[in-house]
Every structure is written in structure tokens, then in C-alpha cells.
């Protein structure tokens, strides 16, 4: 176990006087343990930070432009975006060189991986000749 012990001075005297003299380092690396944006609703658990992606329990793995394209779509949830949009915001710079065919293949990837089983619901939906959105349908019980 690790123990740091603060000194006081003039610069940082106001900031050191909130602390405790002495803190166990677990207790701030237990705060960065924890990833920052966590989306959980339904069967859907998404985690930017630790890049991962899981339907019912069930991890899937996804190619960086696939995570990047998804990250977009859930952050934007219920928004169209067009090809345009999302090409700029999944390929940088490059981004002049794709087409809405290349995006088109990309999220039919993406949504062929997050459909784990057939009664699964879709999550990313193509709006005809625009682009795409993402929702979560909702589930009557």
C-alpha cells in the first residue's frame, strides 16, 4: 500500500488544505478504473473508453471505423445522419474519398454484428437515400 503524504506551501496551500495529510493511491486509481461513458439500456452495453460493445450479455467485436461509425450513431441517438456526416466524422481527412456505398457497406457490417439473434432488435436504421440514425426500440412486457 502506497501512502503520499502533502506539504503545504504558498502556491498550493488552499487546494492541500481539502485534502486529508495522508490518502491511499487505490483510492484514486479506483476513480480511473472506472470508464467515463457507459451507455446501458436494455441489452445494449456500449463503453467508449475501454472501446467495447455487448447485446444480451454477448461482447462483439468491431474494426475501429465500425466502433467509430456506432460511437457517432449513439451520441447523436434518434438524430439522421447523412453520409456526408458520418464520413467526416468516421474517416477524418479522408473522408472525401468515400462514397455512401462504402458507408452503406460499412454499417450493414455493423448491423449484421449487433443482430446476435434474429428476435434481436436492430439498433441501427438506414433512412432511405439520407443516412443513418440509431435507437433503442422499446420493449413491451
Request: charged letters at 25%.
Amino acid at each position: 500500500m502506497i501512502h503520499y503524504v502533502l506539504s503545504k506551501n504558498k502556491q498550493n496551500s488552499s487546494y492541500i488544505d481539502n485534502l486529508p495529510s495522508t490518502f491511499n493511491i487505490s483510492d484514486l486509481q479506483s476513480d480511473y478504473a472506472k470508464p467515463l461513458t457507459e451507455i446501458r439500456e436494455g441489452d445494449l452495453y456500449f463503453c467508449l473508453e475501454e472501446r467495447t460493445m455487448c447485446v444480451s450479455g454477448q461482447e462483439i467485436e468491431l474494426t475501429a471505423k465500425e466502433f467509430d461509425a456506432l460511437h457517432l450513431l449513439i451520441v447523436n441517438r434518434k438524430r439522421v445522419l447523412t453520409f456526408e456526416t458520418i464520413a467526416y466524422h468516421v474517416w477524418g481527412e479522408e473522408y472525401i474519398d468515400v462514397t455512401p456505398k462504402t458507408i452503406h457497406n460499412l454499417l450493414s457490417r455493423l448491423r449484421q454484428k449487433l443482430q446476435i439473434a434474429p428476435e434481436a432488435p436492430e439498433y441501427v436504421i438506414s433512412v432511405r437515400g439520407v443516412g443513418y440514425k440509431f435507437d433503442i426500440p422499446h420493449t413491451e412486457k
